[in-house]
């Protein structure tokens, strides 16, 4: 994995604390968690505070996710709504962040010239044993702490600050103004520094997570759909007349799903064709292929040799069966034609569909596509970089030389474009 990390393809895009105040500042909310301090005098930081140094040092990567359910979150700039993620049990906990972020932009700002952030992303439950637990979820409330106390002392002084003009005497008590004196220094005019953040609940939308072996949770109007192992403890049992469970390994049931909600890109030429889509695909396969074949060779992505390799080894590729596919589905797609679903089978419904672009499931819709089309290593990264990590470590050396530059000069070279081609055009 050395090699992911030198290309920031793990852990990449972090913030790096080395500054002994914002050190002492994270050890303040360590230290509020119940843990130790970190010793480094340096290490990085997520979005949501996680450090995979402090985590390695700790020998704990779930030290800010204990359960894996009320994450923690440590806030010690503004800076960090720019940042990724890394490690999460939830795919939306970004998104969460985000929001938190956006409405309590101001209040953030101010926190953080001080003093630091800290507190849980707490759901209605403390563990997940079982489906029933993660449909119980329907909103999450931040809870919010300060080292130096200033979000209870700002709410204080508003108190004592609404006393004063609503009750006609309290004018007269000296103890109360002499401690409304002494809050005022730490907090500064509140009429103009709002410290305590207005919006902490926030709506929990569809999502993945890593509960009992990976679950997949769509919500619609009047129904919710759970994808995951039928052996999941609750599968099938909770509310049956709101529920709708699918087995991860029906794929036809899954793709029937997402095309009657509206959430998948069917196989058009008027898209295919300009995004290359089915190019995609085949130098994906091809080059997933090379390395099952001839483990000591390094691919290219140039068309001439993925030509080359697919003509010395014709048989391998008839018999594997995809690249024919493929080779059909483009010559049935041309001059944007399109493709009549009853034609295909669902594993070639996956290989030639997307989200549908603008869906505000098409993140998750993608990732989940991404599960039946393992070969390709571009739409694992974008989507799913724990899969793609799990890959890499099966991968032979000269293949993975071949990933990690792929992905650095076309998808690190302009994320947006290279997304915006190929899942939005």
Do not use: C
Not at 190 to 200: C, K
Not at 305 to 318: C, G, L, Y
């Amino acid at each position: 994995m050395e090699r992911l990390e030198e290309h920031e393809m793990i852990n990449g895009g972090l913030l790096r604390v080395e500054e002994p105040y914002l050190v002492e500042r994270y050890n303040q909310a360590l230290k509020g968690f119940g843990l130790p301090d970190t010793k480094l005098d340096s290490f990085q930081i997520d979005m949501v505070g996680y450090s995979p140094e402090i985590a390695k040092e700790f020998d704990d990567n779930f030290y800010l996710d204990p359960k894996s359910i009320n994450r923690r979150f440590v806030i010690i700039s503004p800076e960090q709504v720019h940042l990724p993620v890394i490690q999460t049990a939830f795919s939306n906990t970004g998104l969460l962040m985000h929001q938190f972020f956006e409405q309590n932009a101001k209040v953030i700002k101010i926190l953080t010239i001080k003093d630091v952030l800290y507190g849980e992303i707490e759901d209605s439950i403390l563990e997940a044993k079982e489906i029933e637990d993660l449909l119980s979820i329907e909103q999450v409330e931040f809870k919010v702490f300060t080292a130096n106390d200033l979000t209870s002392q700002a709410a204080e002084l508003r108190t004592l600050v609404d006393r004063l003009k609503k009750e006609p005497d309290v004018w007269r008590d000296d103890d109360l103004l002499e401690r409304m004196v002494v809050l005022a220094k730490s907090t500064g005019d509140i009429r103009t520094n709002q410290l305590v953040p207005d919006e902490v609940v926030f709506r929990h939308n569809t999502f993945w997570t890593r509960h009992f072996g990976g679950v997949y949770i769509f919500i619609d109007d009047n129904q919710t759909t759970v994808i995951g192992d039928p052996s999941a403890p609750g599968f099938k049992r909770s509310r049956p007349w709101q529920v709708s469970y699918l087995d991860a390994r029906d794929e036809d049931l899954i793709y029937q799903f997402l095309l009657e909600t509206g959430r998948v890109d069917v196989p058009r030429g008027s898209w295919i064709e300009r995004a290359e889509f089915i190019e995609h695909r085949a130098e994906m396969l091809v080059t997933s292929i090379s390395a099952q074949i001839s483990p000591d060779e390094k691919p290219k992505s140039d068309r001439r040799w993925i030509k080359s390799f697919v003509n010395r080894h014709t048989e391998a590729f008839e018999e594997e069966g995809t690249l024919p596919f493929l080779n059909w589905a483009q010559r049935e797609l041309a001059n944007w034609s399109r493709i009549e679903l009853e034609e295909i089978d669902a594993r070639g419904r996956f290989l030639l569909s997307r989200a549908k672009p603008g869906h505000p499931d098409q993140w998750l819709v993608n990732r989940l596509i991404a599960d039946y089309v393992p070969f390709d290593f571009m739409t694992r990264f974008v989507f799913n970089k724990p899969a793609f990590y799990r890959d890499y470590q099966k991968w032979p050396d000269k293949y993975r030389d071949y990933v990690v530059k792929r992905v650095s000069e076309d998808y690190f070279s302009d994320k947006a474009a290279y997304r915006s081609r190929l899942f939005d055009l």
